[in-house]
């Protein structure tokens, strides 16, 4: 019987144990990295003029990204949770209904008004169309590719090059 030892071989094999792990963080990092550029690109572009106006920032805000593991997969979410963003991001074509309430008047016919006057609205219903002005959609496609080769390098670095 011939038997043989390399020296060294604990150590090769925890690198090579270590492999996964390693690409796993790796990947986090650039999904994480990418997250981070996607929510930049929202709240500094398309949130800043490029789509949508701002008027109180709330919106902007309210963008986060996060990254997380689902069944062995990084993902990493960019979001909002302001309940008037899905109307923008997907736009609205339907009624709604106005609750009744008060009214402060404070010009008539575009003339000033010495005191306001307090006026009684009704409940009614309107019709509603607001288009499509899709700030985070927009924005992923923009990053897309970059995105896409982002992950495929780093998914190299451990795959050996091999195509």
């Known amino acids: 019987m011939i038997d043989g030892k390399i020296l060294g ?8 144990l270590s492999i996964p792990r390693v690409a796993e963080s790796e990947m986090r990092a650039t999904v994480g990295r990418n997250a ?10 398309k949130l800043s003029g490029q789509v949508l106006k701002v008027r109180t920032g709330n919106l902007r805000r309210s963008i986060d990204s996060a990254i997380f593991e689902q069944s062995g997969a990084v993902i ?3 979001s ?18 106005v609750k009744g309430h008060m009214r402060k008047v404070k010009q008539a016919w575009g003339k ?11 409940a009614h219903s309107r019709n509603v169309n607001l288009p499509e002005r899709s700030f985070l959609r927009s924005a992923l496609a923009d990053m897309r ?12 670095k451990f795959a050996g090059g091999a195509k």
């Open 36 to 45: 981070l550029k996607l929510q930049r690109l929202v709240m500094a572009g």
């Open 145 to 156: 590719a970059a995105f896409i080769a982002d992950v495929y390098a780093t998914a190299q």
């Open 76 to 78: 990493g979410k960019v």
């Open 80 to 97: 909002t949770n302001v309940k008037y963003a899905r109307v923008h991001e997907y736009g609205f074509h339907g009624t709604v209904t």
């Open 112 to 122: 000033r008004l010495a005191t306001p006057v307090v006026a009684n609205v009704k």
């Open 9 to 16: 071989d604990d150590k090769a094999i925890a690198a090579l």
